[in-house]
């Protein structure tokens, strides 16, 4: 089942993969594990996500949305210098993010993505993408990048949700 919310701003579908939530809730109950998320690209859909998920309490301890260096540096602890050299995007500021909001709210898993859901020719940005990291007890198991040939914003987000519970999922199944 998908819900769909249609977003009139904008004209467009947002759609969230219901039945992909809720498998990942079930799993991580079954294994009374959680999770939280830190995100930036992804503009809090992904707190989104979880929380529509069956029994979300029981497994989503929350998240942050950090959107630029200064919250990243002081709520998720990344290195300032590094985040300004590359934007805030980079498979290590990912790395951290997944990491530090483990400890933050105490969860097994954390869930981090950040990355472009605009083209910034300004900033030599010409193609969408987003780093992912999942960590588990603060220790990263996964990260990578994911391409988005979505379009721009609103379906780019939507596109690297998916993915990144895509990745979640598999992970879940290879550390069960």
């Given at each position: ?17 219901k039945?992909?939530?809720d ?7 079954k294994r ?9 690209v992804?503009?809090?859909l992904l ?15 929350g ?7 200064g919250?990243?540096y ?14 805030s995007?980079?498979v290590?500021?990912a ?6 909001v483990?400890?933050?709210f105490?969860?097994?898993f ?5 990355g ?7 900033k ?7 780093y992912?990291?999942i ?9 990578g990048?994911?391409?988005s040939?979505?379009?721009?914003g ?16 598999l ?6």
């Amino acid at each position: 089942m998908k819900i769909i919310t249609k977003l009139t701003a904008v004209n467009k579908t947002m759609v969230l993969n219901k039945n992909l939530i809720d498998s990942i809730g079930e799993e991580l109950l079954k294994r009374n594990e959680s999770i939280a998320v830190a995100e930036s690209v992804t503009g809090g859909l992904l707190q989104v996500a979880f929380s529509i998920a069956e029994n979300a309490s029981q497994f989503f301890q929350g998240g942050i949305t950090a959107y630029n260096v200064g919250q990243k540096y002081r709520h998720l602890l990344i290195d300032p210098l590094h985040a300004l050299a590359c934007d805030s995007v980079s498979v290590k500021i990912a790395q951290n993010m997944s990491k530090q909001v483990c400890c933050m709210f105490t969860s097994t898993f954390g869930l981090a993505s950040t990355g472009y859901a605009s083209l910034v020719p300004e900033k030599n940005i010409h193609e969408l993408f987003t780093y992912y990291a999942i960590a588990k007890e603060s220790r990263v198991i996964d990260s990578g990048i994911i391409y988005s040939r979505e379009g721009e914003g609103l379906e780019t987000q939507l596109f690297y949700v998916d993915q990144v519970l895509n990745k979640l999922k598999l992970i879940l199944k290879k550390t069960s």
